[in-house]
């Protein structure tokens, strides 16, 4: 079984103090009236001086190297969560997270106002549509990449159109990506204008986000360790 440098320290004191506490006994066991009484006080002063001091000596070598210990123990902790650290930033910065965020919505048809003329087609205006924005939620740290828009009419044997949002127009459906978030969007977002310009179909509009997670900050992690170290 292995021994800490405390216990081994205290074994040391603990024997240089016998040794020394043998040496005096025998020393001391001659007769008596061979030894003045002044010799013999000044001897027993002497056994008791080097065993306190031998204890003192003992102990105080035994801290010493707990607290090496221990110093070189949080040195080696600090150096090892540094390089730690440093090797999550650097997989932080060339290792970026990415995905996508999604918003689906129905656009009922336009209500166009009826012709004078019976045999003229009804057509929307500017203002028989309806403008309506389309908002897909993004995380707080997201970075916005593209933009794409789908459509397509309400029928089984309909295809989605895609089309980036400042492609204009889908078929029926315009599109304009919209500078500001309406009020209730969720923030942060990416939203764009949709408006129906058809007077039959319902259509079904699909907003697709592609987005970039920024990294996270490393700095303030790591100084806070190396605080509890300290």
């Known amino acids: ?55 003192v000596g003992g102990y105080a070598w035994s801290s010493l190297r707990t607290v090496s210990a221990t110093e070189q123990m949080r040195s080696t902790l600090q150096t090892e969560f540094t390089r730690q650290f440093a090797a999550l930033a650097v997989h932080q910065a060339t290792h970026t997270r990415s995905g996508s965020a999604e918003s689906l919505l129905q656009l009922p048809p336009c209500r166009a106002a009826t012709p004078a003329d019976e045999d003229s087609v009804a057509t929307c ?9 389309l908002c897909a939620a993004l995380p707080a ?3 916005r990449n593209q933009m794409q828009v789908m459509a397509r009419v309400q029928r089984p044997d309909s295809s989605w159109q895609k089309g980036d949002a400042g492609s204009g ?21 990416a939203c764009v204008n949709v408006a129906n310009w058809s007077v039959e179909d319902m259509l079904m509009v699909r907003l697709v986000v592609d987005f970039t997670l920024a990294a996270a900050p490393t700095q303030p992690a790591a100084a806070s360790i190396t605080a509890a170290l300290q």
Do not use: Y
């Open 141 to 143: 740290a997201a970075q």
């Open 1 to 55: 079984m292995g021994l800490s440098e405390t216990i081994i320290a205290a074994i040391i004191g603990a024997g240089a103090t016998m040794a020394t506490a043998i040496f005096q006994l025998i020393r001391n066991r001659a007769p008596s009236d061979v030894r003045p009484r002044k010799k013999r006080l000044r001897s027993l002063f002497a056994t008791v001086a080097l065993m306190i001091g031998c204890i």
């Open 169 to 189: 127009a889908l078929g029926d459906l315009h599109v304009e990506e919209a500078q500001t978030a309406p009020p209730g969007a969720p923030e942060p977002s």
């Open 125 to 133: 205006t500017e203002n028989d549509v309806q403008t309506v924005a």
